[in-house]
């Protein structure tokens, strides 16, 4: 569920035609081809909700039968909070538990009043309905339970720092189109928690090894349903239960995170956390590190998702929020690119401290291993997946190392940016549900091979590696059909394991490892390189080269002997000079990164552009106006043009009948005529006649 704001965005004229349903920019390109999918969409979408919805129906109906005591709760029938803060709900002893505890709450509130007008207050956390809860339960499972940041932290609640409570905000269907704000001060009731009653039986069943009896009837039909999609309502709340942010969650620590550039109490309670999870040494590095990330994240704030309608100031603000109190819980990755689509992607489904969690669950355990320095993970797996394309993919591999283009060119973006900004938005969803459910990388590989076995037949025709590079992009970015791409990556590929996957990464690991230690020693010897590939490497991996070289001139320029003076630099340069390899491959790669960026750059500039017209459209309506006045002014005219040509033709009817009367009676009065002639001829031949016998 997403949090609700005051403002809401105005409405956008061209957004049935430039937007997708999930506010997300159509490229100009595609927009033919996505208008022919919309309406394919709309009729996917409306079967997976009535299945979906039959299925929880189902579901309540067990936990009825489970439970019947508590059937108000796990219907999800919760009712709205009264003026006093307590719910009405339709049973009467709930109600009187509220009148008995009412005095209490207000007491509560009361002390907290003064409280709120000092500390500003975080109303940005919400449950996932209780409808859902024994899904979110059986997924809270997989949660590993190595969480050393929260042993931590419970350690720094236990011991009696301050953290302020984070008051979970009540769950509304309305709420799913906006973001909270934490600038508000709009009251939030609290939810009845999901632990109580009959649920409390049900995790106590979990935790005693129960939920496999439990889930197992419902295991296959939810895997089904998960491979057709979500629901648009259910998906953010659904992606919640399969991370198992419940779990994960540490009252507190959200908080926590972002108090850390405040002052008074907030900053004694976030030295005394510190001073508990971290030593003094960490935290010197983490200060000097946040400055490089708190520059990056501000430049890529505006770059995420530009125009889209829930991104406007306070979307910017709580993604900024959400950026920042991720990089201080973990300062290893801290910031880097593409974090911010995958943060926002969250806060347009859920509330922002629901976000929270679900980012780091994705980051921290989906892809621990990724995002660090070492990108050690990352690079495992890119050597795994060209592993299994050139099992399956023969000829696609041999066309393409004959044209010197690398599998991880492609395929790395697509693993870094989890195939966002990539894929069609619905196809990125539905590969996204998949993931989340299955709570490991499997799908990635799946994607990646069903993409090479539906474009490899187009790509073996191209003739050198930069058309089959730009090939693959924009074939793949126009894979509108996420039914078909799904269904191949899931069916086709039910081979490709968790299992195969560890043994092909163990397989690699330690060669990658080994690279990258040999790389550090090779760095840590070099003085002075020579050409410019050297001196960029340098700079790039150690900034202090630079000052060796400084403090090489001086020598220079003090020498007396530079004979002397050169053959010790001979020496050197034989002694340090860079492995010439290694270089080409970091040129390689750095290249590689530049390209990506590059294509990053136009997809950021077209969605630039499709934003900028449709504020030119909103901004020239005055001219749309006068054109409007222009157009009316020469409808009256050609209406007036007609009516007198109307007139002009009923004159000249009118002339017309008068002719043609006239002619009537020129020619009855010629048959007339004729008739006096033809009687005259008679009565002279007559006569004649009557001459002749006389």
């Not at 590689?592 to 449709?614: D, F, H, Y």
Request: with cysteine; charged share 30%.
């Amino acid at each position: 569920m997403r949090a609700r704001t005051k403002s809401t965005p105005p409405p956008l004229t061209t957004f049935e035609l430039k937007r997708d349903a999930y506010g997300f920019a159509v490229r100009p390109q595609h927009l033919q081809r996505y208008r022919e999918y919309a309406n394919i969409y709309k009729e996917e979408e409306e079967e997976r909700s009535d299945r979906w919805k039959s299925f929880l129906d189902r579901q309540a109906e067990f936990a009825r039968q489970l439970h019947p005591d508590n059937s108000l709760v796990l219907e999800g029938k919760i009712a709205p909070p009264s003026k006093e803060g307590g719910l009405i709900g339709e049973d009467c002893n709930h109600n009187e538990v509220n009148k008995i505890n009412s005095k209490e709450e207000n007491g509560v509130q009361r002390e907290t009043a003064a409280k709120e007008a000092r500390v500003h207050k975080i109303q940005i956390w919400a449950q996932i309905r209780p409808s859902l809860g024994y899904i979110e339960q059986t997924m809270s499972l997989r949660v590993k339970k190595k969480k050393d940041f929260s042993d931590n932290v419970l350690d720094v609640v236990g011991n009696g720092t301050h953290l302020q409570s984070i008051e979970e905000a009540e769950p509304t269907e309305e709420s799913d189109d906006e973001f909270y704000d934490v600038e508000k001060n709009d009251t939030v009731q609290d939810l009845p928690s999901s632990d109580g009653g009959g649920n409390a039986e049900f995790n106590s069943s979990l935790a005693n090894g129960a939920s496999e009896d439990v889930f197992n009837p419902w295991k296959e039909e939810v895997e089904n349903l998960v491979r057709g999609g979500l629901p648009m309502a259910f998906r953010g709340e659904l992606w919640q239960a399969f991370v198992g942010v419940r779990a994960r969650r540490v009252e507190g620590y959200y908080e926590c995170m972002l108090a850390q550039e405040g002052n008074g109490e907030d900053i004694r309670n976030i030295d005394a956390f510190a001073s508990d999870v971290t030593n003094d040494e960490t935290k010197a590095c983490n200060g000097v590190a946040s400055e490089k990330w708190k520059g990056q994240i501000e430049k890529d704030l505006p770059r995420t998702f530009p125009g889209h309608p829930a991104l406007d100031e306070d979307g910017r603000n709580a993604l900024r929020r959400l950026l920042t109190a991720y990089a201080r819980h973990n300062p290893s990755v801290g910031y880097c690119q593409a974090m911010n689509f995958f943060a926002a992607l969250f806060l347009l489904l859920m509330p922002e401290e629901n976000a929270f969690w679900t980012l780091t669950g994705i980051i921290d355990d989906y892809f621990d291993g990724y995002f660090s320095e070492e990108m050690i993970e990352c690079q495992v797996d890119q050597l795994v997946l060209e592993d299994l394309v050139r099992e399956r993919f023969q000829k696609l591999v041999n066309h393409l190392d004959y044209l010197g283009v690398q599998i991880a060119w492609v395929a790395g973006p697509w693993f870094l940016s989890i195939f966002m900004n990539m894929l069609p938005w619905e196809s990125v969803l539905r590969v996204w549900d998949v993931l989340l459910y299955d709570g490991n990388r499997v799908m990635l590989f799946r994607t990646a091979l069903a993409l090479m076995e539906l474009y490899g037949p187009a790509i073996v025709t191209t003739k050198d590696a930069g058309d089959a590079v730009t090939l693959l992009q924009s074939l793949t970015s126009s894979t509108f059909d996420s039914s078909q791409l799904v269904l191949t990556a899931c069916m086709g590929y039910q081979a490709v394991n968790e299992t195969k996957l560890q043994e092909l990464r163990n397989k690699h690991r330690p060669s990658v490892i080994a690279a990258m230690e040999e790389r550090a020693r090779g760095l840590r010897v070099w003085k002075d390189s020579k050409g410019l590939a050297s001196k960029l490497y340098s700079f790039k991996h150690d900034p202090q080269l630079l000052v060796s070289k400084a403090n090489l001139k001086e020598q220079l320029s003090d020498s007396e002997n530079i004979d002397e003076m050169l053959c010790s630099l001979k020496g050197d340069c034989e002694l340090d000079l860079p492995d010439l390899n290694e270089q080409v491959m970091w040129l390689k790669v750095e290249l590689c990164k530049l390209l990506e960026e590059k294509r990053s750059a136009v997809v950021r500039a077209e969605e630039l552009e499709t934003a900028l017209m449709e504020m030119v459209k909103q901004d020239n309506r005055r001219q749309l106006s006068a054109k409007v006045e222009r157009l009316e002014q020469e409808v009256s005219e050609l209406h007036r043009a007609l009516a007198d040509k109307n007139e002009q033709e009923r004159a000249v009817l009118q002339v017309l009948m008068r002719v043609e009367q006239e002619q009537k009676v020129t020619e009855d009065a010629r048959r007339v005529a004729e008739q006096d002639a033809a009687a005259q001829k008679c009565a002279t031949h007559a006569v004649q006649l009557y001459a002749g016998k006389i």
